[in-house]
């Protein structure tokens, strides 16, 4: 995408992208490309990560890695 002009969210960065969600165009810092939405979309929507995304069995878990409830 072609874009230019200042971040909507840091208005200081260069355009990079625009959000698929909110349309706003924003800088590398306020992007993220897994989901494809700035920062603030990513973190209203949980940054696209649901439930059933996150291991369930601990054999599916890398090694040496511990899971903390609270």
């Known amino acids: 995408m072609s874009v230019s002009g200042l971040c909507n969210i840091c208005e200081n960065a260069d355009v990079e992208h625009g959000c ?3 349309g706003k165009l924003v800088c ?4 993220d490309e897994t989901t494809g939405l700035c920062t603030e979309c990513s973190a209203e929507t949980g940054g696209g990560r649901g439930k059933s995304e ?3 069995n601990p054999d599916d878990m890398p090694d040496g890695v511990d899971t903390y409830e609270f």
């Open 20 to 22: 698929d969600r909110c």
């Open 28 to 31: 590398d810092r306020h992007w």
């Open 54 to 56: 996150e291991p369930t």
